[in-house]
């Protein structure tokens, strides 16, 4: 499959703990979206990259929240001292120069 | 800022019958419009997108800018039509926005 894969699909952590999730785009696709999804909601857009590049991070939730693509490839999301409000679903998706975005299939976080 | 309103969190249908699913969008200049629906248990997927007016399983959506709508139609609905559908927009380097979404079950 060489669609966008996100890893790990489910994660259960407890409050004031850090998480990080990776994300691997469709291979050679230059833009890499984060998008966060609560129940009863639409995906919510955090931040994106333009090969390495973040052009827009001012959507992040917070300062805990931070994301990176060091070599332009796959890209990691870190929540540092989760709270139990970030509990969501957290989408990975990856576009051709601002073509059809694709969503990899999501990671569950859940913070007791 | 540009926000995309879907005002139906539900929308229940008999088979055969046909489906409208709104959604209005706020925007000065001119967006792309997309929908996007998630199967059970299934990731986020392009339905269609108003540049390529193409029909997708049997779904059409006409972009009306004296609306600002992009109602997503169907005139005969299927039970594998049952699903969340998510409207969204984006404009040059802004990113794509969604609607909360309206979940459109199909009954047998």
């Known amino acids: 499959d060489t669609g966008v894969s996100q890893n790990p699909r489910h994660k259960i952590t407890k409050r004031g703990q850090n998480v990080t999730f990776r994300c691997d785009p469709i291979?050679?696709?230059?833009?890499l979206y984060w998008y966060r999804q609560t129940l009863g909601q639409g995906p919510e857009f955090l931040t994106y990259?333009?090969?390495?590049?973040?052009?827009?991070k001012s959507r992040l939730l917070s300062d805990r929240f931070s994301a990176e693509r060091p070599k332009g490839s796959f890209s990691t999301l870190e929540i540092q001292r989760t709270e139990q409000g970030d509990s969501a679903m957290y989408l990975c998706?990856?576009?051709?120069?601002?073509?059809?975005?694709?969503f990899g299939e999501g990671s569950w976080l859940t913070v007791v | 800022a540009q926000r995309v309103t879907q005002p139906e969190k539900l929308l229940s249908v008999f088979k055969g019958a046909p489906v409208e699913l709104k959604c209005n969008y706020s925007y000065s200049g001119s967006p792309e419009l997309f929908w996007y629906v998630q199967y059970s248990r299934q990731r986020l997927q392009l339905l269609l997108r108003h540049i390529s007016r193409e029909s997708i399983k049997g779904f059409t959506a006409d972009l009306n800018k004296g609306e600002t709508s992009f109602h997503l139609k169907k005139p005969f609905a299927q039970e594998e039509d049952s699903a969340m559908y998510y409207c969204?927009?984006?404009?040059?380097?802004?990113?794509?926005?969604f609607g909360k979404g309206t979940r459109l079950s199909v009954i047998a």
């Open positions: 969204a927009s984006f404009s040059g380097n802004t990113p794509l926005v």
């Open positions: 291979s050679e696709h230059n833009r």
């Open positions: 998706a990856s576009s051709s120069h601002g073509n059809t975005i694709y």
């Open positions: 990259f333009q090969n390495e590049a973040q052009l827009e």
